[in-house]
């Protein structure tokens, strides 16, 4: 394991991570705590490359396993290339999106079993797991309506699946909570992105503290 502290973020899709994560960074440089910010997939060349064919609307032919490969493939690459190299150095690395993501999305709400998903990421990740994952949790009709709202942000295949998909993901992460409840916190993410923001801060710095990096 490395020296650092890899916080992940996970949700569904329009819970607001990425607004929060970005004044997460800020307000930790400013601590001048050493820290990186990144995400998933995609934080590197290869693992962008990976996440184009991924969530190209174009791609309506792509199969749930070929997905969940695709995403541990990128996975792996954005962890070896990025991540493990910061935790060495020790670093704070906060990653919008990992592992649970691949749980809820392909081994949930796909179907594929999260189980199963969990077994062919197992390759991916080795040993390495967040010390802590940060659970946006958001009535999913919210988080749609919040992303249409945002003009700037891609409309990617995923985000075009059903409600019905949607909620199963919701469904996903709530099983996750139940299984890995050791280090995931839930947040409720529908209120204004500043009250979650301070939620969030509160929850990473007490983890900070108690972790002494
Ligand atoms: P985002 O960068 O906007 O969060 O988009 C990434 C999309 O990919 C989002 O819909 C969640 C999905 N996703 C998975 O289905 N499985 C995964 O393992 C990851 C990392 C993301």
Not at 188 to 198: I, K, P, Q, R, T
Request: glycine share 8%; hydrophobic share 40%.
């Amino acid at each position: 394991m490395g020296k650092g502290m890899f916080i992940t973020f996970e949700g569904g899709d329009g819970a607001g991570k990425s607004t929060v994560i970005n004044k997460v960074y800020e307000e930790l440089v400013k601590k001048n705590l050493s820290c990186m910010i990144t995400r998933e997939p995609g934080g590197i060349d290869i693992a962008e490359q990976i996440r184009e064919v991924i969530l190209n609307v174009k791609n309506t032919k792509m199969d749930a396993r070929t997905e969940a490969l695709l995403y541990a493939a990128a996975r792996r690459q954005h962890l070896a290339e990025k991540v493990i190299p910061a935790l060495e150095e020790g670093k704070i690395v906060l990653c919008d999106r990992f592992l649970h993501s691949s749980l809820a999305y392909q081994g949930y709400a796909r179907g594929l079993g999260i189980e199963e998903v969990y077994e062919i990421n197992k390759f991916a990740i080795d040993s390495y797991m967040p010390d802590l994952v940060i659970l946006f949790d958001i009535e999913p009709k919210l988080g749609l309506e919040r992303i249409n709202k945002n003009k700037g942000r891609e409309i990617n295949r995923l985000d075009k699946e059903n409600m019905d998909f949607h909620d199963k993901v919701r469904e996903g992460y709530s099983i996750l909570m139940e299984k890995y409840n050791h280090n995931i916190v839930k947040v409720d993410a529908s209120g204004a992105v500043d009250e979650v923001y301070l939620e969030v801060s509160k929850i990473i710095n007490e983890n900070i503290e108690n972790k002494a990096i």
